[in-house]
T-cell receptor
Framework: DSGVTQTPKHLITATGQRVTLRCSPRSGDLSVYWYQQSLDQGLQFLIQYYNGEERAKGNILERFSAQQFPDLHSELNLSSLELGDSALYFC?????????????FGPGTRLLVL | GIQVEQSPPDLILQEGANSTLRCNFSDSVNNLQWFHQNPWGQLINLFYIPSGTKQNGRLSATTVATERYSLLYISSSQTTDSGVYFCAVRNTGTASKLTFGTGTRLQVTL
């Protein structure tokens, strides 16, 4: 168990809908990252938050948005869903300790858009 | 951006065999992690190894940062080692994101 939790585990929805994925980082971790794993694109970085502020953006679509709340949990919002958004979405968290910053991944949310 | 290549893409072993997985990267890194994605999709941390050598049971890893590669050794493989092994790196001087390789799919048979 990495200590990172994600809900829900599975989500099935229809095209055009909007969903929210939730992530709770490991206790004490200030950074939260979102990654998408799809069959054609592999594992790709979407966005990073650090202590409530957006820190870095990757290949995140404009239809997607995220935020990190004061209690450090994060939500990834996906709207106007398309078939191609079907993927496994991972959240990871990290902290700097002894010069090392290891990212620990949650179990993922498997999204299927029909 | 930084490129990460893993080889071989697929590997089939008999239980008890040893294997070496390779990760090449195209630029300097200050973070390199190896993960095992099990058949249920979970990404399990194996090593944080931006340089040097580490061992954990039957697994060990070596990163030669100056030559831009890392190796993951699996000894006495077991069926539970099956899954996909990913190498992920963070490019020095860039944001904290990890860039993943395409993975090595390992199948261990009886």
């Amino acid at each position: 168990d990495s200590g990172v939790t994600q809900t829900p585990k599975h989500l099935i929805t229809a095209t055009g809908q909007r969903v929210t994925l939730r992530c709770s980082p490991r206790s004490g971790d200030l950074s939260v990252y979102w990654y998408q794993q799809s069959l054609d694109q592999g594992l790709q970085f979407l966005i990073q938050y650090y202590n409530g502020e957006e820190r870095a953006k990757g290949n995140i679509l404009e239809r997607f948005s995220a935020q990190q709340f004061p209690d450090l949990h994060s939500e990834l919002n996906l709207s106007s869903l398309e078939l191609g958004d079907s993927a496994l979405y991972f959240c990871a968290s990290s902290r700097l300790a002894g010069g090392a910053e290891t990212q620990y991944f949650g179990p993922g949310t498997r999204l299927l858009v029909l | 951006g930084i490129q990460v290549e893993q080889s071989p893409p697929d590997l089939i072993l008999q239980e008890g065999a040893n294997s070496t997985l390779r990760c090449n990267f195209s630029d300097s890194v200050n973070n390199l992690q190896w993960f095992h994605q099990n058949p249920w999709g979970q990404l399990i941390n194996l090593f944080y190894i931006p340089s040097g050598t580490k061992q954990n049971g039957r697994l060990s890893a070596t990163t030669v940062a100056t030559e831009r590669y890392s190796l993951l050794y699996i000894s006495s493989s077991q069926t539970t080692d099956s899954g996909v092994y990913f190498c992920a790196v963070r490019n020095t001087g860039t944001a904290s994101k990890l860039t993943f390789g395409t993975g090595t799919r390992l199948q261990v048979t009886l």
